[in-house]
């Protein structure tokens, strides 16, 4: 069944990276385009990046450009979120999944604080 494994998240403090990795299973990955989310308390999950499924065109949240990267390597069904010059506001659940799908995976917890 459609399975996405992500991992990579942490504690970090403000300034710092972190790369995150979606390893997704199910389903022919070259076919999708793929999508980060990110989910704080009491908040809908937001859109954060978005990859097509080549890998030549992408798409990012206002808040988060020019600090985050979407990458992926079909060869490996992996989708990666590189993210730099991290904030406390960055501080969320982040997931990956493809858009049209319904199923999410468990998510990788990022804490951004001193």
């Known amino acids: 069944q459609v399975q996405f494994v992500e991992s990579g998240g942490g504690l970090v403090q403000p300034g710092g990276s972190l790369r995150l990795s979606c390893a997704a299973s199910g389903f022919t990955f070259i076919n999708y385009a793929m999508a980060w989310y990110r989910q704080t308390p009491g908040k809908e999950r937001e859109l954060v990046a978005s990859?097509?499924?080549?890998?030549?065109?992408?798409d990012y949240k206002d808040s988060v450009k020019g600090r985050f990267t979407v990458s992926r390597d079909n060869s490996k069904n992996t989708v990666y979120l590189q993210m730099n010059s991290l904030k406390p506001e960055d501080t969320a659940v982040y997931y990956c999944?493809?858009?049209?799908?319904?199923?999410w995976g468990q998510g990788t917890q990022v804490t951004v604080s001193s």
């Open positions: 999944k493809v858009p049209q799908f319904a199923h």
């Open positions: 990859i097509s499924r080549a890998g030549r065109l992408t």
